[in-house]
């Protein structure tokens, strides 16, 4: 097989991992592990308020006083994600963008397909309306490769297909 670029959606990753409930850094490794075992490139995209200790000390805080609606998204090991930084294999986006913006344009200038469960739907909206609109549906759909775990088991699809390269760059 040839390789490919995987872009992860590292938030989405994580909380699939941890069913919603943790923020798992571990299901970043597990899917990082999964495809550079299968000789890809891969490269999560992640906000960089997750590794600021502060930021996470004040929210934990935050939910066990009750002051945070839903359980927030509190990553469990900072070092791993700062590990998988150092080792070039996650980028931090800048915490007040959108970093699904960041997975999607990377993954679109580099051809490469997204690791994720988001379908994507306001980064759709953005794009407008008529062709325009058809076409970030049509990459979306074409690029995205839905995945699950089973414990600790990294579980992508079996149904999805790499575009040919020539479908890949736009």
């Not at 007040?96 to 200038?109: F, G, N, T, V």
Request: charged share 20%; aromatic share 12%.
């Amino acid at each position: 097989a040839q390789q490919q670029l995987i872009i992860l959606d590292a938030p989405n990753v994580a909380m699939r991992h941890g069913r919603k409930k943790v923020f798992s850094c571990e299901g970043i490794r597990l899917a990082v592990e999964y495809w550079t075992a299968r000789g890809h490139k891969v490269l999560g995209f992640l906000p960089e308020y997750y590794t600021d200790h502060a930021y996470v000390g004040n929210m934990r805080s935050a939910t066990k006083l009750g002051l945070v609606d839903k359980p927030a998204r509190l990553p469990d090991n900072i070092a791993l994600i700062q590990k998988l930084v150092e080792q070039g294999q996650l980028v931090l986006t800048p915490p007040m963008d959108y970093d699904d913006s960041y997975c999607i344009a990377y993954a679109r200038k580099h051809g490469g397909s997204i690791v994720t469960n988001d379908r994507y739907w306001d980064y759709i909206e953005k794009a407008g309306g008529g062709r325009a609109r058809a076409e970030t549906l049509q990459w979306i759909r074409s690029h995205c490769i839905s995945f699950t775990f089973a414990g600790d088991e990294f579980l992508p699809n079996p149904d999805f297909q790499f575009p040919p390269p020539d479908a890949t760059a736009s």
